[in-house]
């Protein structure tokens, strides 16, 4: 059984930064963030591959926003700089077992943790 746990969200000004760091559990994966605000569908943000540690980001993200992970512990980061209030959501990370890497729509992925809240206040 895979399991994802994430931590890190908060309330932090614009501007600012915040580090979510996701747990897992069992067997490595592709693994990528997602974002659901209220009213909203839920997002891709980012995706890195667990072989060669590609990395591919949704527009609205780029050059603020960092995925990375450590394969010895089964841990991946999102950091995230310059936020912004649109940036508000609640964060997921997500796991995807396809060989395929590059997967963009929640549909792809396989197991999913619980949600952090992210608030950015203007």
């Known amino acids: 059984q895979v399991r994802l746990v994430e931590s890190g969200g908060g309330l932090v000004q614009a501007g600012g930064s915040l580090r979510l760091s996701c747990a897992a559990s069992g067997r490595t994966f592709n693994m990528g963030w997602f974002r659901q605000a209220p009213g909203k569908e839920r997002e891709f943000v980012a995706i890195i591959n667990w072989r060669d540690d590609r990395t591919y980001y949704v527009d609205s993200v780029k050059g603020r926003f960092t995925i990375s992970r450590d394969n010895a512990e089964n841990k991946v980061y999102l950091q995230m700089n310059s936020l912004k209030p649109e940036d508000t959501a609640v964060y997921y990370c997500?796991?995807?077992?396809?060989?395929?890497?590059?997967?963009?729509?929640?549909?792809?992925?396989?197991?999913w943790g619980q949600g952090t809240q992210v608030t950015v206040s203007s």
């Open positions: 997500a796991a995807t077992a396809s060989p395929v890497w590059l997967k963009t729509s929640p549909n792809e992925y396989d197991y």
